[in-house]
Nanobody, 126 residues
Framework: QVQLVESGGELVQAGGSLRLSCAAS????????MAWFRQAPGKERAFVAA????????YYGSSVEGRFTISRDNAKSTMYLQMNSLEPMDTAVYYC???????????????????WGQGTQVTVSS
């Protein structure tokens, strides 16, 4: 069964940048749409961005579009999230997730993802 491990989260000042990574092991990565979600304290888990299996299609949540870029390297079984112009509202635990079925679309909700990482903390100070 595939396992996902996030890394790259840390404390950063507003306006700064971070790059998160999600490394997959033990299962198939290259044929599945992947996504990033985040959960802030006291709030529900929210969609951040998704990328299809080939990397040619990406979809972003409205609050991050234009600031964040999702990408993947299937040869390395790794997905990335480049986060620029960070704001205090971006503070959250960031999770990567793999869809239940291969070759899925990028605009599916969290219920369509059945494999999750443990999360990485991103804190943006003002």
């Amino acid at each position: 069964q595939v396992q996902l491990v996030e890394s790259g989260g840390e404390l950063v000042q507003a306006g700064g940048s971070l790059r998160l990574s999600c490394a997959a092991s033990g299962g198939t990565f290259s044929t599945y749409t992947m996504a990033w979600f985040r959960q802030a304290p006291g709030k529900e888990r929210a969609f951040v961005a998704a990328i299809n299996w080939s990397g040619r299609e990406a979809y972003y949540g409205s609050s991050v579009e234009g600031r964040f870029t999702i990408s993947r390297d299937n040869a390395k079984s790794t997905m990335y999230l480049q986060m620029n112009s960070l704001e205090p509202m971006d503070t959250a635990v960031y999770y990567c997730a793999r869809q239940t079925r291969p070759f899925g679309g990028t605009r599916l909700g969290p219920i369509q993802y059945d494999t999750w990482g443990q999360g990485t903390q991103v804190t943006v100070s003002s």
